[in-house]
Structure formats: structure tokens, C-alpha cells
């Protein structure tokens, strides 16, 4: 009798349930703010675009998106915003990688200060980092007076071109690409990258065969984040980006509010939406793929 007591007083089949239930209170706020606030919006606005009003009452029909799609202008946007988020995913991942190596290897106090400036843009606001650059870069501004005075012509400038925006978003998401890849550098031990210089290996063949092999994955991660964020970025676009064609996050807002056409401004976002499901899936995927080979 004495033994059978034992396994409820210290966590039997009731307590494991209890603590089950637990469990489930805990998560039911958090996963019913998700399914209130992002599921039901997205599943509100695909079925609104799908079942509309017309002269016979709620009918289904797929016009707003064959309009999207056969309209040049629309096209264009979503091509502008596919190639800005495919480039900055690249120069990122260009700039980034080399500052993640030096911080991750170097030892040198002025590794220090390189890594603050890298982590700095991460304190500054969208609106404050997009001032800031055209008054740099702009027409009239820092970078012209000092061409001006050292009696060089001006150069073109970036602003309003769609150039703006990829120096603003490569910018901006620096310090999280040096994060992620810098945090995936710290898996691969000093002593694999001593014994390849031991052999003979020079820093390239360091990097090709013992680095980029043990940091693939932190790669696909990192890449799939910023692009997630950079192809619904809305505040650098907006404000750096031209008038026409533009990226989808100020093309949502002027078909909104400019042309008082909610119906083409909700076909738009769930456009976005699928994109941004697909880049979303590729990094459930590049997670997954990093915790199995974690475990192995």
C-alpha cells in the first residue's frame, strides 16, 4: 500500500495530467492572440477578395486577381519588390558575412569597435535612418558639398530611384544578418580551423571546406529572415523609393488611399502574403533542417 502511494504523492498519472492542462492554459493566450489577430485577418481578406458583392448578391470571383496580374503597372510593382529583396538579400549576406568572420576569429580590441558600429543601425528608426539619408545621399547634400568642394562634379543621385531603398534596407538590416551569422559562426571550433592551417590550408580553402560547410544552414536561416522582412518593409520604400514603379507596401497604401479601392488593396496584400508564406515556409524549413543535423 505504501508503494502505490508513493507515485501519485510525487507525480503520478493525475499530477502529469494537471500539469498537461497547465500547459495548455499557458499557450491558449499566446496561440489565440495569433489565430485573432494574423489567421483570422488573412483568412477575412482572401475570402473577401474571393466572394464579392455584385448586382445578384455575394458571388465568387477571381477578377481583382486577374486584373493584378494583367495589369503592367501591377506587375511591375511586384517585380520591383521581388528584385530589391532578392539584391539586398545578396549584398547583405556580402556584407555581412566578412564582419561575422572577423568578429567570430579576431581577437583584437578593435574588433570591439566593429562590432558596435555593426550593431548601431539596430537603435535607429526607419523614419530617422531615411532622413538621414537623403540628407547624405540626396540631391544638395553632404556627399555633393564635399564634391563640390574638392572640385568634383556631383554624382546621381540614389534618392527616389530604386537604388534608395536597397541602401536604406541593407542599412537597416545589418546588425540582425551580423547577429545570426556571427551566431552560427560560434559552432565551428577553433581547433578544426587550426588543424586545416596546420596542413597547409590557406584562408580561402579554410573558408570553402571547413567554414561554409558547418554554417549552411545559419546561412539559409539568416537569409530567409531579413528577406521576410524586407519584402514587407513599408517605412524605407515609402520615403526613399520612387513614385513609380514602387514596392508593394506603399502600392497597398496609395490603392487604399488614393484610389478609395479597398477591394485591389486586399487582392495586393494577400498577394504579398503568399509570397511572404513562401519564404516563411522556406525558413520553418532551414529551422528544421538546422535542428536535425544539430541532433545527429
Given at each position: 500500500?505504501?508503494?502505490?502511494?508513493?507515485?501519485?504523492?510525487?507525480?503520478?498519472?493525475?499530477?502529469?495530467?494537471?500539469?498537461?492542462?497547465?500547459?495548455?492554459?499557458l499557450?491558449?493566450?499566446?496561440?489565440?492572440?495569433?489565430?485573432?489577430?494574423?489567421?483570422?485577418?488573412?483568412?477575412?481578406?482572401?475570402?473577401?477578395?474571393?466572394?464579392?458583392?455584385?448586382?445578384?448578391?455575394?458571388?465568387?470571383?477571381?477578377?481583382?486577381?486577374?486584373?493584378?496580374f494583367?495589369?503592367?503597372?501591377?506587375r511591375?510593382?511586384?517585380?520591383l519588390?521581388?528584385?530589391?529583396?532578392?539584391?539586398?538579400?545578396?549584398?547583405?549576406?556580402?556584407?555581412?558575412?566578412?564582419?561575422?568572420?572577423?568578429?567570430?576569429?579576431s581577437?583584437?580590441?578593435?574588433?570591439?569597435?566593429?562590432?558596435?558600429?555593426?550593431?548601431?543601425?539596430?537603435?535607429?528608426?526607419?523614419?530617422?535612418?531615411?532622413?538621414?539619408?537623403?540628407?547624405?545621399?540626396?540631391?544638395?547634400?553632404?556627399?555633393?558639398?564635399?564634391?563640390?568642394?574638392?572640385?568634383?562634379?556631383?554624382?546621381?543621385?540614389?534618392?527616389?530611384?530604386?537604388?534608395?531603398?536597397?541602401?536604406?534596407?541593407?542599412?537597416?538590416?545589418?546588425?540582425?544578418?551580423?547577429?545570426?551569422?556571427?551566431?552560427?559562426?560560434?559552432?565551428?571550433?577553433?581547433?578544426?580551423?587550426?588543424?586545416?592551417?596546420?596542413?597547409?590550408?590557406?584562408?580561402?580553402?579554410?573558408?570553402?571546406?571547413?567554414?561554409?560547410?558547418?554554417?549552411?544552414?545559419?546561412?539559409?536561416?539568416?537569409?530567409?529572415?531579413?528577406?521576410?522582412?524586407?519584402?514587407?518593409?513599408?517605412?524605407?520604400?515609402?520615403?526613399?523609393?520612387?513614385?513609380?514603379?514602387?514596392?508593394?507596401?506603399?502600392?497597398?497604401?496609395?490603392?487604399f488611399?488614393?484610389l478609395?479601392?479597398?477591394?485591389?488593396?486586399?487582392?495586393?496584400?494577400?498577394?504579398?502574403?503568399?509570397?511572404?508564406?513562401?519564404?516563411?515556409?522556406?525558413?520553418?524549413?532551414?529551422?528544421?533542417?538546422?535542428?536535425?543535423?544539430?541532433?545527429?
Amino acid at each position: 500500500m505504501a508503494d502505490t502511494a508513493i507515485p501519485s504523492a510525487i507525480g503520478g498519472s493525475e499530477p502529469a495530467i494537471g500539469r498537461g492542462l497547465k500547459g495548455l492554459l499557458l499557450v491558449a493566450i499566446p496561440v489565440f492572440l495569433v489565430g485573432w489577430l494574423i489567421i483570422y485577418p488573412i483568412i477575412a481578406a482572401i475570402l473577401s477578395t474571393l466572394f464579392v458583392d455584385g448586382p445578384q448578391g455575394v458571388h465568387f470571383s477571381t477578377a481583382s486577381y486577374q486584373f493584378f496580374f494583367s495589369d503592367p503597372y501591377s506587375r511591375a510593382n511586384l517585380a520591383l519588390t521581388l528584385w530589391t529583396t532578392g539584391l539586398c538579400a545578396v549584398l547583405l549576406l556580402l556584407v555581412g558575412l566578412p564582419i561575422a568572420l572577423y568578429l567570430r576569429f579576431s581577437t583584437s580590441r578593435f574588433a570591439d569597435l566593429v562590432q558596435s558600429l555593426a550593431i548601431f543601425p539596430m537603435f535607429v528608426p526607419s523614419i530617422i535612418l531615411s532622413y538621414a539619408l537623403i540628407r547624405t545621399i540626396g540631391p544638395n547634400g553632404t556627399l555633393d558639398i564635399l564634391l563640390n568642394a574638392i572640385g568634383l562634379p556631383k554624382i546621381p543621385s540614389p534618392y527616389l530611384t530604386p537604388w534608395g531603398p536597397v541602401i536604406g534596407l541593407v542599412w537597416d538590416n545589418l546588425p540582425l544578418t551580423v547577429l545570426m551569422l556571427t551566431a552560427g559562426l560560434g559552432s565551428i571550433s577553433n581547433s578544426a580551423v587550426e588543424a586545416a592551417r596546420d596542413v597547409g590550408a590557406g584562408p580561402i580553402r579554410v573558408f570553402w571546406h571547413i567554414i561554409l560547410p558547418r554554417m549552411g544552414n545559419s546561412i539559409l536561416v539568416t537569409i530567409s529572415f531579413t528577406v521576410l522582412g524586407i519584402f514587407s518593409s513599408f517605412t524605407l520604400p515609402y520615403v526613399l523609393g520612387p513614385a513609380s514603379p514602387e514596392m508593394m507596401g506603399p502600392f497597398m497604401l496609395r490603392t487604399f488611399n488614393d484610389l478609395y479601392d479597398p477591394l485591389n488593396a486586399k487582392t495586393q496584400a494577400v498577394i504579398s502574403f503568399v509570397f511572404c508564406l513562401f519564404f516563411g515556409l522556406f525558413y520553418v524549413w532551414s529551422i528544421a533542417r538546422n535542428q536535425r543535423s544539430q541532433t545527429r
